[in-house]
């Protein structure tokens, strides 16, 4: 008996082709996939970015799906647990995370396929309904209270005064002031809710321009 009639038959022999259980299998990456589909929805629901990256959207089901897959793959056979792990390891990911919030996705994904791999439904489905609601808090939370910079272009002193007067008890901070011979540019950070002010700030004598734009960072002002 020849080496390779020795491995076919030692393959075949093992019941490693007998062990898989199909119904499982399928529900598994079902599950993954349903979950996959409700990330990418929640991620495009809640994107506060400026331009929503759909390719990275569509990752993060595939994220789910393949992790699923490699989960089941570990569990049923030890040689492909090993082999995963030593193919898994030279590969190395250089994209770079800009929002701090990808991560989240990224990780959800993640562990969404690990668990629905393993078959703990119940957990998995448990989490992202926690994920979905914690996610929709501070988003109302953060839409509640926007931030915007007003960048002002004005001359002379006493409209810088009566711009600084028009915000009244709102909350602002004066971010720059920029002075270049009789004309001033001014960026000031507020949280508005409501832009009537912009209609006063516009209506000073030297105010050449206003514009206004939303702010996605961090501020405590």
């Known amino acids: 008996m ?9 393959v075949l022999e093992s019941g490693m082709f007998s062990q898989y259980d199909i119904p499982k299998i399928l529900a598994a990456l079902a599950v993954a996939l349903i979950l996959g589909s409700v990330i990418y929805l929640v991620y495009q629901k809640f994107y506060v970015g400026v331009i929503f990256s759909r390719s990275f959207a569509v990752t993060l089901v595939g994220m789910t799906v393949l992790t699923c897959m490699v989960t089941l793959a570990i569990s049923s056979n030890i040689v492909i647990s090993l082999g995963m ?24 994904a993640i562990t969404s396929g690990i668990t629905a791999g393993a078959g703990m439904y119940a957990l998995t489905l448990l989490t992202a309904v926690i994920i979905i609601l914690m996610i929709t808090l501070f988003y109302h939370k953060q839409q509640n209270g926007r931030i915007y910079i007003a960048v002002i272009h004005y001359h002379g002193t006493q409209a810088g005064d009566e711009i600084i007067r028009c915000f009244g008890k709102r909350k602002y901070f004066v971010k720059s002031k920029t002075m270049r011979n009789e004309k001033t540019e001014m960026a000031i950070y507020c949280r508005q809710n409501d832009m009537e002010f912009m209609e006063k700030i516009r209506d000073i004598g030297g105010v050449e321009d206003v514009t206004l734009i939303q702010y996605n960072g961090e501020y405590h002002g």
């Open 85 to 108: 792990v030593g193919a898994l390891s030279i590969v190395r990911f250089r994209t770079a995370i800009k929002d701090p919030m990808d991560l989240l996705y990224l990780f959800w």
């Open 2 to 10: 020849s080496v390779q009639d020795m491995i076919k038959k030692s």
